[in-house]
């Protein structure tokens, strides 16, 4: 089925910026509504950002919302988070997620069915 693999993350300096990518497989990556997520070590799994289906709404969490940026392409089957200005706050392992259903986006992680690995973001002070 849905398969999905992260790449881009690293280790970077306060103020820095980082551009995620999540690469989709099959033909239906224009049925799903996407999201990141990002997890600390011992802490729960928290929403960042999500985008519609063709990428014309999309939906942050209060701490990203003004730095980072959600989109997709796709005829690459990529969607991408651009993280400007980052925190040690944002340090954290960072998922992508798709949502089937017909929701128009989710920020819940028990509406996502399908998950990337992840990709580690550090951010230094």
């Known amino acids: 089925q849905v398969q999905l693999v992260e790449s881009g993350g690293g280790l970077v300096q306060a103020g820095d910026s980082l551009r995620l990518s999540c690469a989709a497989s099959?033909?239906?990556?224009?049925?799903?509504?996407m999201g990141w997520f990002r997890q600390a070590p011992g802490n729960e799994r928290e929403f960042v950002a999500a985008?519609?289906?063709?990428?014309?709404?999309?939906h942050y969490t209060d701490s990203a919302r003004g730095r980072f940026t959600i989109s997709r392409d796709n005829a690459k089957n990529t969607v991408y988070l651009q993280m400007n200005n980052l925190k040690p706050e944002d340090t954290g392992v960072y998922y992508c997620?798709?949502?089937?259903?017909?929701?128009?986006?989710?920020?819940?992680?028990?509406?996502?069915?399908?998950w990337g690995q992840g990709t580690q973001v550090t951010v230094s002070s």
């Open positions: 997620a798709a949502d089937p259903s017909m929701r128009l986006y989710s920020t819940r992680v028990n509406e996502y069915d399908y």
């Open positions: 099959g033909r239906t990556f224009s049925s799903h509504s």
């Open positions: 985008i519609s289906r063709q990428g014309v709404v999309t």
